[in-house]
């Protein structure tokens, strides 16, 4: 979808589907459906790009990023990573892979071992993976904290004593340290300060430039999204709705639920589409992920819906210049 000759990681029809069950005489357990929170999921990442991905709490993105790492095994569709198939890679396999696969996840105050020293944190990829020589470990672990920007003796600190920024670039050298081309970035500023912010983001942005990475960009502030990706999707309910390059994207916006999603912001530049005939679209909440309806999954929200909108579940199709909608408006 956003450019097959270049593409690092292509997904098509990704699945994973979590049971819903229900106690039956408080000993067995029955399973009465599925919260369904990956769901047909298709797109592609060029080589040394970002791919934003954006949607509200609970609409399935983190669980997206980490089974394109099997993380979470999935349950359905193809993950290739540069067009070899890894859904189905044996351990073994996969193992050797992981080293140009990583994460760096929301939380760096959970994600950290409070009682190891970052040295310890920032080498463990290195031995387990055997990326470099063990004489190497001293001056690979200088110069990833070079690096991410973090002085030489806070190899002997602990996670403890680290603000949440410190403690975040130390989660980004752990996932340098095994030299990976594709990161997932699970919202990786989340957590910190508006000001801690910016200067993590310019901080990965170097390092996109400087190592030729490729980034999955998880993150509910579209603005954040907006400048730091390529091509942007838009997930609902484990759904992408619509996909297209970023600039595209939020000048001309088509599915209803994104221009909902744009009208939300505070703030606005001349580059972003407030979209005002969807400003008062979301005035009902989302339906329950174990009871959803039989056809477009924002039907219930929409403001402009049709008939067909709660009968049959529209298809993502390109709409021309790469910009995929999945709706039935024309």
Not at 120 to 131: A, L, Q, V
């Amino acid at each position: 979808m956003t450019g097959k000759m270049d593409s690092l990681l292509s997904v098509v029809g990704l699945k994973k589907y979590f049971p819903v069950t229900r106690s039956i005489l408080g000993v067995f357990r029955k399973r009465i459906g599925d919260i369904k929170a990956v769901d047909e999921v298709s797109f592609q990442i060029n080589e040394g790009e970002t791919f934003g991905l954006v949607g509200e709490s609970g609409s399935g993105k983190t669980t997206l990023g980490r089974t394109l790492l099997r993380l979470i095994e999935p349950d359905g569709g193809d993950i290739l990573f540069e067009g070899e198939n890894i859904t189905n890679m044996k351990k073994d396999k996969l193992r050797k892979l992981r080293r140009d696969m990583q994460i760096v996840f929301q939380d760096p105050f959970s994600s950290l071992n409070p009682m190891r020293r970052i040295k310890d944190i920032i080498t463990e990829p290195m031995k387990i993976h055997r990326t470099c020589e063990r004489a190497e470990y001293s001056s690979r672990l200088k110069e990833l904290l070079s690096v991410v920007e973090l002085p030489e003796e806070y190899a002997y600190r602990r996670p403890y004593a680290l603000s949440g920024g410190e403690k975040q670039r130390v989660a980004i050298a752990r996932a340098l340290s095994t030299n990976p081309r594709f990161i997932v970035l699970d919202e990786p500023t989340s957590s910190l300060d508006v000001s801690v912010q910016a200067k993590v983001i310019l901080l990965l942005r170097k390092l996109q430039r400087k190592l030729d990475l490729t980034f999955l960009f998880i993150s509910h502030d579209l603005v954040l999204v907006k400048n730091v990706s390529n091509f942007v999707g838009v997930m609902y309910l484990g759904k992408l709705v619509e996909l297209a390059r970023s600039k595209e994207l939020f000048i001309k916006p088509v599915h209803p639920y994104t221009n909902t999603l744009l009208s939300s912001i505070p703030l606005v530049d001349k580059d972003v589409n407030l979209g005002s005939k969807y400003k008062s679209a979301i005035l009902v909440d989302a339906p329950s992920w174990h009871n959803l309806p039989p056809g477009c999954r924002f039907a219930s929200r929409c403001p402009i819906k049709r008939g067909v909108c709660l009968e049959k579940i529209p298809e993502l199709i390109d709409i021309g210049n790469n910009h995929f909608v999945a709706c039935h408006l024309d």
